[in-house]
């Protein structure tokens, strides 16, 4: 299993997420080109460079307002207006729907504080050109790198005062602790502001787990460099790593040689409502060269009870053979392609990131090809094309 480890002993803003990531190995015109999506271009300039903080080489991102702009950067925009600016981009729902859940923590952290509603709260800072490129970037790029988990250290937040659209406040910002609740953090490492409202969000929004001591195998590591210097390395550090995903499922078996096919077909119907993971039969011989099935059923443990249920109560069988295995599967996403037959979703395989299969979903060419009367094999080799032509 494909995972990425935040080491946020320095904090964690949005530039130096950006930053990082593509350090990591991330497309910097991959980036480029979907954050163009937004059509905010004439709005800022995406500045990425390699440089060095107290000896570390990494990536640093700075997003400078274009002149037009630059007198607008604490403009106030509200939850209600990034979301529209959003979903009217030519973006991936996934990236969508990732970059609006990070938006909509700081929208209720910052009306918690401030005693508005999260749609109408003033974003300040958040809402400028740069924190929408962090924040949407930071989408486009967690969701390039098709990792299955996401966890995280310990998150220092610094300490001192921070100077802002409200005046002086303590560090952390209140919107950061805010967001932050019931998250493992550190303070005081230095006297600065070292994580921010958007890094915050980021990693509330997206992490999985908060390990200090994560056990995996480590393939790649990227810096991304914060603007200020401070006592220790200003630098957020990712790790690209594998963790291998290993489920303990059951295989529950049985012999059946006195019960109608049509039976069977109802029994397997019912298995799969009730959530076990596949259910398939063998043609076998039993005693008395009876010809008969053997049943075969992939669960796991939480459904393994109901299927228990189900294979008694509506089979012939009075018995079964139970073995635990463990299962080894490959990551997989559902993406949804545009064909001249409609949107077809195609479910997707990686092996160490790198997707190696792909299918697209019976019933989704099913259903286009008798909307559209056409053969369904035209449905799917116009997937074929679509995944080829887009590079998706």
Known sequence: MRVLYYDCFSGISGDMNLGALLDLGVDEAYLRQELSKLSLDSAFELVVEKTRKMGISGTKVTVKLTPQWHTHTHEHRTFKSIEAIINASTLAQSIKERSLKMFWMVALAEGKIHGKEPYDVGFHEVGAIDSIVDIVGA????????????????????????????????????????ILQNVPITLGRVNAETTTPTGAA????????????????????????????????????????????????????TNIDDMSPEILSYVQERLFE???????????????????????????????????????TETTSIGLRRSLVQKIALERTLLHVKTPYGDISVKCAYFEGKRVKYKAEYEACKQAALSHNVLITLVYESVDLAMRSENV
């Open 139 to 178: 989408s486009i790029c967690l969701e390039a790198l098709h990792v299955r988990k996401i966890i995280a250290s310990n998150i220092e937040l610094g300490g001192g005062f921070v100077t802002c659209a409200h005046g002086t406040l303590p560090v952390p910002a209140p919107a950061t602790l805010e």
């Open 274 to 312: 009730a959530g076990v993971k596949d259910v398939y039969t063998t043609a076998i011989t039993t005693k008395k060269n009876r010809l008969g099935v053997k049943l075969s059923v992939l669960v796991g443990l939480d459904k393994e009870a109901e299927a228990k249920r189900i294979i008694f």
């Open 202 to 253: 980021i990693l509330k929004a997206n992490v999985d787990a908060y390990e200090a001591k994560p056990s995996l195998n480590i393939t790649k590591i990227g810096y991304g460099i914060g603007h200020k210097d401070f006592s220790i390395p200003n630098v957020l550090r990712v790790c690209l790593g594998e963790e291998e995903c290993i489920d303990e499922e059951v295989i529950l078996e």
